[in-house]
């Protein structure tokens, strides 16, 4: 969804290196989630956060940790990269269920992340 | 959490309709089941939503029984763009422990 972008979109580094992956989104949505993939495997959610003053961990959060810097701006970091962490990472959006649904995120394009 | 379970991997050929189904033993009144679909390289884009019975969009058919216990994604007519991995999610409040699973790989065969 080209409303929500990724930067880098790719990035090699190397072990012990602090690393942050920036999300934007104009979607004017509230949720936003961080979310790995890894080879062969689905997605897993890292953090997300429904307002500006939200912060939830996910399934594997150790390792990571993400600031909310405003409702468009969800920056993932990794403050002493380790290689187990190289993996595909995807940003999220998803606007508050109507009634009746509940929640359908939009994805961003994804940052390639490689840990030497 | 309700787990889900579908298949690894299918093919089909072009033209035809494809049926993913998922289970779903352990979903909770309020859950929702939502299937996405993904392309290499790209993140999830949803496709469709439901809670009972049918539900059909532009893109797909959702069938989902009076019990819940599974959902079947109904692909009309699948053409070489439908090539991808499907997800299929049971979305519940708080969204604390949301996982894609590994998905149904699906290839279209020409």
């Known amino acids: 969804d080209a409303d929500v972008t990724q930067t880098p979109r790719n990035r090699i580094t190397k072990t012990g290196k602090r690393i942050m992956l920036e999300c934007s989104q104009t979607?004017?949505?509230?949720?936003m989630y961080w979310y790995r993939q890894d080879p062969g495997l689905g997605l897993r959610l890292i953090y997300y956060?429904?307002?500006?003053?939200?912060?939830n961990k996910g399934e594997i959060s150790d390792g990571y940790s993400v600031s909310r810097q405003a409702q468009a701006k969800f920056s993932l970091s990794l403050e002493s990269a380790i290689p187990n962490q190289t993996a595909l990472y995807f940003c999220?959006?998803?606007?508050?269920?109507?009634?009746?649904?509940?929640?359908?995120?939009?994805f961003g394009p994804g940052t390639r992340l490689t840990v030497l | 959490l309700a787990k889900t379970t579908q298949p690894i991997s299918m093919d089909s050929y072009e033209g035809q309709e494809v049926n993913i189904t998922c289970s779903h033993n352990n979903i909770a009144t309020n859950d929702y089941i939502t299937w996405y679909q993904q392309f290499p390289s790209q993140g999830p884009r949803f496709i469709i939503q439901g809670y009972k019975t049918k539900v059909t969009n532009e893109v797909a058919s959702l069938f989902i029984p009076a019990d819940r216990k599974s959902s079947t994604l109904s692909l009309p007519r699948v053409s070489l763009s439908d090539t991808a991995v499907y997800y299929c999610?049971?979305?519940?409040?708080?969204?604390?422990?949301?996982?894609f699973g590994t998905g149904t790989k699906l290839q279209v065969i020409p």
């Open positions: 956060s429904f307002d500006v003053k939200d912060i």
């Open positions: 999610l049971v979305v519940a409040g708080g969204y604390q422990k949301v996982t």
């Open positions: 999220a959006t998803s606007d508050l269920p109507r009634q009746g649904n509940t929640d359908t995120q939009y």
């Open positions: 979607k004017g949505h509230d949720r």
